[in-house]
Structures are given as structure tokens and as C-alpha cells.
């Protein structure tokens, strides 16, 4: 590929990355492309991670000694860092959690105990779509056994895009939330959030967008999403595992119910009752991920330091390259959009009658990290036309 003037200097991130300096398979050197499910480490992040388990280890909040003290500006300062990443109008509406998963679980659970007007019941929808990560169905589908509420979806187009002709039948006044992808971690497809959020809110419901997949490759602006919750995971942007964020609005924090009980959310507490601290400390119950948050806190240094623009601008970029070269494969065909029109890097693809698993293994045999995975999308051609939908498989092209 010929560098294209203002693209990233490619050799001096990847010096970065500790395990990029691996081989592997004969002194195969490491291509690692499997950063839609994880991705790799940065020397700043693992150093700031091992300077606070070396130096700074506590727990926070209540201690009074030093380490403690310290522990708590690293952990709170990370949230600050957060808050600032994601252009949120206070760090209080940034609540850390495991992951993107805890943090959509979250919300579905306070909606099914929520008062009135944000209560799921048996009178209500909720509605997501076809290209959801099970972390986005499942709940939803829990949620729905448990108030005998109706889970409606979004099907998808040819071209593997949101089918939003039926926009007003899938979202009505029965509708209490609608969640969705930002940015689909199988078919790279970029949502059309503007559209969903307009006819959300004019049916009166909170929206909830999953931005896994959008927070470590694009300006990630929270107030501009216009939703009501966002949610993503730390372990794909350069941070620890067992780390995650839910940001909310402030109002909708305060009127919604806790989702776990423990130390750190209450206030007072009595044999009879409890009261609960203020928002985001209502949602951290116990001893939270401290290390992982402040190894979140550096990787956001890590990110922006590079710019999130140059990054976006780099990956389409090399996106755009990507497709038009897997065009020219014999037999290989993508699964999602074709161009890099509103879509993210991450390339899924079938090669003829090869199963996906058998290409992942010619390709790690050549260094070359890639996942597959089945694909659940049955308004989708490429499945819906094939003999057996389990092996309509993916490796995942993502350049992170």
C-alpha cells in the first residue's frame, strides 16, 4: 500500500506494543487483526497499570492513609479522563463497570424496576436490530421474558445497513427504549444514529447505544449522539480487561434505581432501609475495578495523544484500501457493506466453500491473527441463501 499523505506513522505505534515485537510459527512475524474482539496493549498503558499495583495499591474512598488517598485521585481521575474522551457535561454521569455488557445489563435492569415513566412492563416495547453483539439481545430478550414486554428489531438491507423503511411501525408510542450498535463489530456497518434518536425521541424513548466498537476508532462525542446512554468497553481500546463505562444522562441517574447493593452506593443504612449515594457512586457497588480504571485512564491519554481524528481519518483510509482489494480475491466475498461509505474496519468475509475456521488457521500459520465466528443475520442474503448458516463464518479484518 502507498502511504497516503496524512495517514498515522504506522512503525512508530506498533514500537509501542510490547507483544508486536512477537514471532510466531517458524519466525512468522505477528499481524494482529483480531482487535474487534481485543486489543493489544500499549507500553504507556501497562506502565501506568504496574506503577499503581506497585505503588499506589488501595482501596478508595474511605481509607485516610496515603495509599488510600492516592488510590482514589488515580481511580476518580480517571473518570475525569473519561468524562473529557467522551465530551460528557459531567464526569458524575461516567459510572465504570466491568464492561459494555455490565453496562447494558445495567440499564435493562433498572428499566424493569424503574417507576413510571421509565418502567418496562407488559404494555411496553423495546426494540434493537439484526446486527447486535449478543451483549445487546440477550438482555433485552431477559428483560422482556421477565415483564412480558414485546422485543421488536431492525432488519437489514442487501448491503448488510440498517432497513429503516419501516422506522415509524418499529418505534411507537409503546416504545420505552431502543438500543443499537453504533458501529457493528461483524460487518463494520456505522448506524444511522441520527435518524433512530429523531424518531426515539418524538415516540418517547430513551435510547441506549453500544459504541464498543466507535470508542477507540472515532471522536466519540456523547452530547452529539444525543442518547440518553452510552456504553463500552475498555478491553478494545488499548485498556485492561474487566473494565467498562456507562455514561448517562445526570437527570436519568438520579430517578433510576440501582442495579447491585453493596458498599460504596449507600449512604446511610439501617436494619430496615437504606438510602443511596448520589450518581456515579449508586452504580459501583463494592470495590470497584480500580487498577483496570486507571489502566483505562491511560489509555485514553494513550488515544488522545495520537487524536481520535487522525486515527478515524487513518482507518478509513485504510479501509477504503482494504475493500477494494478484497474485491479482487477469487471467491472471496464480504459479508456487509462494500465500500467504506459509514462503515467502520472491521471486514467480514466468506471465501468460496472454505470454512472460515480452516482460513484461520492457513492464516495464523502465516502469523496473521484473525477470528470467525457465525453470523446471525438471517435478513441477510449471504445467510439466508445458504445451506447452513453456522458456516457462514467471518474472519474479522480490523485496523485498529
Known amino acids: ?231 463500552f468497553t475498555g478491553h478494545k481500546m488499548c485498556a485492561p480487561t474487566s473494565i467498562g463505562l456507562l455514561w448517562g444522562r445526570q437527570e436519568l441517574l438520579e430517578d433510576l434505581p440501582p442495579f447491585l447493593g453493596g458498599g460504596e452506593m449507600i449512604e446511610t443504612v439501617s436494619m430496615h432501609s437504606s438510602t443511596y449515594a448520589p450518581a456515579p457512586h449508586k452504580f459501583e457497588a463494592v470495590t470497584p475495578p480500580i487498577a483496570q480504571a486507571v489502566g483505562l485512564g491511560a489509555a485514553v491519554d494513550y488515544l488522545s495523544a495520537i487524536g481520535m481524528e487522525r486515527i478515524e481519518a487513518h482507518e478509513h483510509a485504510i479501509t477504503e484500501y482494504a475493500v477494494r482489494r478484497f474485491q479482487e480475491v477469487p471467491d472471496l466475498r464480504i459479508i456487509g457493506p462494500t465500500t467504506a461509505e459509514d462503515r467502520g474496519a472491521a471486514i467480514s468475509f466468506t471465501l468460496g466453500d472454505i470454512h472460515p475456521h480452516d482460513v484461520g488457521q492457513v492464516l495464523d500459520g502465516q502469523g496473521i491473527a484473525v477470528r470467525w465466528t457465525p453470523l446471525r443475520a438471517p435478513s441477510l442474503p449471504a445467510v439466508r441463501n445458504s445451506s447452513d448458516h453456522a458456516s457462514v463464518v467471518l474472519s474479522v479484518l480490523h485496523a485498529g
Open 1 to 231: 500500500m502507498t502511504p497516503l499523505p496524512g495517514l498515522l506513522d504506522t512503525e512508530a505505534i506498533r514500537k509501542d506494543f510490547p507483544v508486536l515485537d512477537r514471532v510466531v510459527h517458524d519466525c512468522k512475524r505477528l499481524v494482529y487483526l483480531d482487535n474487534a474482539a481485543t486489543s493489544q496493549k500499549p507500553r504507556q498503558m501497562l506502565d501506568a497499570l504496574n506503577a499503581y499495583c506497585e505503588r499506589h495499591n488501595s482501596n478508595v474512598h474511605r481509607g485516610v492513609h496515603v495509599l488510600a488517598e492516592e488510590a482514589t485521585a488515580l481511580y476518580e481521575g480517571a473518570r475525569d479522563k473519561v468524562a473529557a474522551f467522551i465530551n460528557a457535561p459531567s464526569r458524575d454521569e461516567v459510572i465504570f463497570t466491568k464492561n459494555a455488557s455490565e453496562s447494558l445489563n445495567l440499564v435493562a435492569n433498572m428499566l424493569g424496576w424503574a417507576d413510571e415513566p421509565y418502567r418496562v412492563d407488559h404494555e411496553t416495547e423495546i426494540v434493537i436490530t439484526e446486527i447486535e453483539h449478543h451483549s445487546n439481545i440477550v438482555p433485552w430478550q431477559l428483560l422482556s421474558q421477565r415483564t412480558g414486554a414485546k422485543l421488536k428489531w431492525f432488519g437489514l438491507t442487501d448491503e448488510g445497513r440498517l432497513d429503516l423503511s419501516n422506522l415509524e411501525e418499529i418505534i411507537t408510542p409503546k416504545t420505552k427504549i431502543v438500543s443499537f450498535v453504533l458501529v457493528s463489530n461483524i460487518l463494520g456497518t456505522v448506524n444511522p444514529v441520527e435518524a433512530i434518536v429523531r424518531r426515539a425521541q418524538e415516540a418517547g424513548a430513551l435510547v441506549l447505544i453500544d459504541a464498543s466498537q466507535a470508542a477507540p476508532h472515532m471522536v466519540l462525542d456523547v452530547q452529539a449522539l444525543q442518547a440518553d446512554f452510552v456504553a
